[in-house]
């Protein structure tokens, strides 16, 4: 917890940073040149304590820091104002005492992403306090515990788009290829490292859902019955896709289920972002029109577990996921921070946006 006790001065919680926020005056229009004098400026004053072989290191481990930071504020803000807010240079001064004092040179550009969505959430509390607690631990997270924060918020926040269900469970292994950077943590130590350190809340008394099972929602499109091709209801949606001008591709026969057809779609949430308000609506028509047979649908998310095993780095997800005790979710700055991590693993990932 952050107690202002003077005007320049911040007072944080045992076993952090303690920092003196000396402000620099400095002009609008910021140039790349003065926003690296501003770097250094706010550098040296956060190391002036440490002894001269001390200061080798967090110098070496700074500029390499810098050499990051720039290049990515300059993407989403030319003239570098950002240098001149008072608030964004006490971060700053935190995430290089932060950077100074990591071993792992990929914590810099996560400390960089970080300072890139502090500027583009200046007017969010809430995310700007998420942002700053994240930049005043990542030195203090465990290698695999990150691995495994980030694997675990993905399996959730991500779905792939794709012409079929194997094309976006290939992407989908392609993209846990690319997160899962190493061994996945097991037992509890690595979920109670994460609690201690506020990215996570545990509840001992729940339980998490299975894979691919707790997937149902993201990939209901394909985890579904659909209707079928003999029926009076396969009839009305060909005339609904035909009176709201919708291209007849978007029917596709179920591959789980011989003699039905089902829409063309990852998941129920994917019609929203396609085509115009009646289209919608038609679609959202055609969804409700599936067949509710429970026999049927529990046999196709059979076939979907077989077919989700079937990869190599979905298969080892699978065994690490149910696995997993206790149940648990990420706190805001949990999220922030796997989010963060897992567009440096994958960096066509979008930006984070809660």
């Known amino acids: 917890m952050l107690n202002k006790t003077e005007e320049n001065q911040i007072v944080i919680g045992d076993n952090s940073h303690q920092i003196q926020a000396e402000i620099i005056n400095i002009y609008q229009g910021i140039s790349e040149q003065r926003a690296r004098e501003i770097c250094l400026e706010i550098a040296k004053k956060a190391i002036e304590e440490n002894t001269a072989g001390a200061l080798e290191i967090a110098n070496k481990r700074l500029d390499e820091f810098k050499s990051i930071l720039i290049p990515d504020i300059e993407k989403i803000e030319k003239n570098f104002n950002s240098f001149s807010d008072p608030a964004f240079q006490i971060l700053l001064k935190k995430a290089q005492l932060t950077a100074a004092c990591t071993e792992r040179s990929y914590d810099y550009k996560i400390l960089a992403e970080l300072l890139a969505h502090r500027i583009e959430n200046k007017s969010s509390i809430k995310k ?19 691995c495994g924060l980030t694997t675990y918020y993905s399996v959730k926040k991500f779905v792939p788009t794709g012409s079929s269900m194997n094309d976006c469970l290939s992407k989908l292994n392609y993209l846990f290829g690319e997160i899962m950077y190493m061994d996945l943590p097991v037992g509890y130590n690595w979920i109670d490292h994460l609690e201690l350190l506020g990215m996570i809340r545990t509840f001992p008394y ?11 929602e993201n990939f209901g499109g394909y985890i579904c019955t659909g209707i079928r091709k003999s029926s009076e209801n396969y009839r009305k949606v060909l005339e609904i896709i035909d009176f709201n001008n919708i291209p007849q591709d978007i029917l596709v026969d179920n591959e789980f289920c011989n003699d039905y057809t089902r829409l063309n779609i990852v998941n129920k949430f994917s019609i929203d972002g396609r085509y115009n308000k009646n289209q919608r609506k038609a679609l959202h028509d055609i969804w409700s029109m599936y067949e509710q047979n429970s026999r049927l649908q529990k046999n196709i998310e059979e076939k979907f577990n077989e077919q989700f095993s079937s990869y190599q780095k979905l298969s080892e997800l699978k065994h690490w996921w149910n696995n997993i005790s206790p149940y648990f979710i990420l706190t805001s700055a949990g999220d922030v921070l796997a989010h963060v991590n897992a567009k440096r693993c994958y960096n066509k990932l979008p930006i984070f946006d809660r």
């Open 128 to 146: 700007k306090a998420s942002i700053t607690k994240v930049v005043e631990i990542l030195d203090q997270i465990d290698d695999d515990a990150l």
């Open 206 to 216: 729940n339980e998490i859902n299975k894979l691919p099972y707790c997937l149902r």
